[in-house]
């Protein structure tokens, strides 16, 4: 499938034996009110359930690309950059969904933006059991690093870039494609690599226009890999972060993934690494206290009651943003 008229934006999602779920991302994309669009779904290794439910979405704009063999989600989403035909790329999780006017929002964005390579990125609804949430609750800042990994309160949502909402040149990402073989963590080791190239910009809309699915029961990231590859992640990127982003990453994301494994022998570690491998704040020492001492589901509790989308409908109308330049290497 696929057409021979070169398309103005090329979507790509990378899957793996979830055929549901990317149909439902498929459906998402190819419902846009923006439709000179291709869909390139590059299927990670041999999986012929997922091949044959895309079989049957008779849309020619849907083109599948199956690698025989598995090469990892970052490599997937770099495969299927290289076989994009569009200038502009919009990357979809396999189990997320876009509002229909998204890409048309965006790309109005991209083509009028001051710099030669846009990052546009969206508001988003995450999506949980319990509710939905608007995040992220502040706009982007630079250092963007500070932005992500530096936080104020005990809920989620405060600094979030999410890949699903992401649209940029595909130059962009031939330039700075995904790590190959990064397990977790591919969509911060991107953007902060990225946002270091000259003629980068983040464009951002303060509407929600992705819905991301959080809080998955049958999510085995947090049990596949041990905190330990992501505090040798960080430190291995030490040079994309500031050391205030750097304690509030080992403060809080490390933490709250060791105490959710149950890992008590990280608590000295990861504090000795948060007060001597960064410059941490007090709150950062409150939040590591918190990661640890208060149950997953009192905070998870605590954060559907004061976050959580009330509206229901009614979005708030799109606003791009154009942050000043970031500081080379944050």
């Known amino acids: 499938m696929g057409s021979s008229i070169q398309p103005a934006v090329s979507v790509v999602i990378p899957t793996r034996n979830r055929p549901s779920l990317v149909r439902r991302a498929v459906q998402s994309a190819l419902n846009q009110t923006f439709s000179d669009i291709e869909v390139i779904v590059v299927i990670d290794g041999t999986d012929s359930v997922t091949s044959d439910a895309l079989r049957r979405v008779t849309d020619t704009r849907l083109t599948t690309v199956g690698l025989a063999e598995q090469v990892g989600g970052s490599e997937a ?46 508001a988003l609804i995450a999506r949980s059991p319990l509710a939905d949430f608007r995040w992220p609750r502040k706009t982007p800042t630079y250092p963007l690093s500070e932005y992500l990994f530096v936080r104020n309160s005990l809920v989620q949502g405060e600094g979030v870039l999410q890949t699903s909402t992401w649209l940029t040149k595909k130059e962009l990402m031939l330039k700075v494609p995904f790590t190959r073989g990064l397990r977790r963590h591919q969509d911060w080791d991107w953007i902060l690599r990225a946002v270091k190239v000259s003629g980068t910009g983040l464009e951002f809309i303060d509407e929600p226009l992705a ?40 403060a809080v994301t490390l933490s709250a993934q060791a ?72």
């Open 211 to 250: 819905i991301w699915h959080i809080d998955d029961p049958n999510s085995l990231v947090r049990t596949q890999y041990h905190w330990q590859y992501s505090l040798e992640w960080i430190r291995a990127n030490r040079q994309l972060v500031t050391p205030k982003a750097y304690a509030g990453f080992t």
């Open 259 to 330: 105490a959710w494994q149950h890992d008590w022998a990280a608590f000295w570690p990861l504090l000795r690494e948060t007060m001597f491998g960064g410059k941490p704040r007090v709150m950062d020492l409150a939040l590591f206290l918190a990661m640890w001492f208060v149950p997953r589901k009192v905070r998870h509790g605590f954060r559907s009651l004061v976050t959580r989308d009330r509206s229901g409908k009614g979005m708030p109308a799109a606003v791009a943003v154009a942050p000043k330049q970031p500081e080379p290497g944050f």
């Open 77 to 122: 989403r770099n495969i299927g950059v290289r076989a994009a035909r569009a200038e502009w790329v919009a990357l979809l999780d396999d189990d997320d969904e876009w509002m229909p006017e998204k890409l048309m929002k965006q790309i109005a964005v991209a083509r009028s933006s001051v710099h030669p390579y846009p990052i546009v990125a969206t």
